[in-house]
């Protein structure tokens, strides 16, 4: 199943890897079914239902309408893979993981997700065609990461028709991943990730 793999990573390095997907919408689902691909079994947590919206920039289909987006995402990884993986319907309340990758809306909740100081922390941020990934390291100085935190209240708003388009969700959602295969192969990771598809250029 994974041969065409194997020289890049080998699933048996990723088969035991604890890791934590917050926020499965956009960028998130994309992420939670990419790392199930390569061997992963994430859990996931989001508390919120499948509606009209997010059919085209999320990896859910037309019948997950008003299911929760864990069951929905959880049915979508096992056809796919044939991997069973745990998933909650709620807010964050703590959890923590080896591997943390938060993709919410929430500035605090990303916040308090940072501070359980995970192994490996990502934060996948996104607003129509650009996006940014943070990637911080256990023994990283929390400063690399506060700075480029804000409040929910400072955020600025997109308009709601320019929010997410699926190549940028789907863009971002496995860049999150190949950090991932960095972090597992001890190979170096950018600390910030900079997608501007509006000019088609990656900064790291």
């Known amino acids: 199943m994974?041969?065409?793999?194997?020289?890049?990573?080998?699933?048996?390095?990723?088969?035991y890897l604890s890791a934590t997907v917050v926020g499965v919408g956009a960028v998130g689902g994309y992420a939670a079914l990419?790392?199930?691909?390569m061997g992963v079994k994430p859990t996931?947590?989001?508390?919120?239902?499948?509606?009209?919206?997010?059919?085209?920039?999320?990896?859910?289909?037309?019948?997950?309408?008003?299911?929760?987006?864990?069951?929905?995402?959880?049915?979508i990884i096992k056809e796919f893979t044939g991997l069973e993986i745990a998933g909650v319907a709620c807010e964050y309340i703590g959890e923590s993981a080896e591997v943390l990758i938060a993709t919410v809306d929430s500035m605090k909740i990303r916040k308090d997700i940072f501070e359980k100081r995970a192994e490996l922390f990502i934060?996948?941020?996104?607003?129509?065609?650009v996006?940014?990934?943070i990637t911080i390291k256990k023994d990283d100085p929390d400063d690399l990461y506060l700075s480029t935190w804000h409040t929910d209240?400072?955020?600025?708003?997109?308009?709601?028709?320019a929010r997410s388009i699926v190549y940028n969700t789907s863009i971002l959602g496995n860049l999150i991943v190949n950090q991932i295969k960095k972090y597992v192969c001890g190979e170096d990771i950018p600390r910030d990730i900079l997608v501007d598809l509006v000019n088609c250029q990656l900064i790291s």
């Open 123 to 129: 934060d996948g941020r996104m607003m129509g065609e």
């Open 2 to 15: 994974y041969e065409r793999q194997v020289g890049i990573i080998s699933p048996e390095k990723l088969k």
């Open 44 to 75: 996931i947590i989001d508390p919120d239902t499948v509606e009209e919206e997010n059919i085209a920039p999320q990896i859910y289909r037309p019948s997950d309408k008003g299911k929760k987006k864990v069951d929905a995402c959880k049915e």
């Open 131 to 133: 996006g940014r990934i």
């Open 34 to 37: 990419s790392l199930s691909k």
């Open 153 to 161: 209240e400072a955020s600025e708003p997109a308009p709601c028709s």
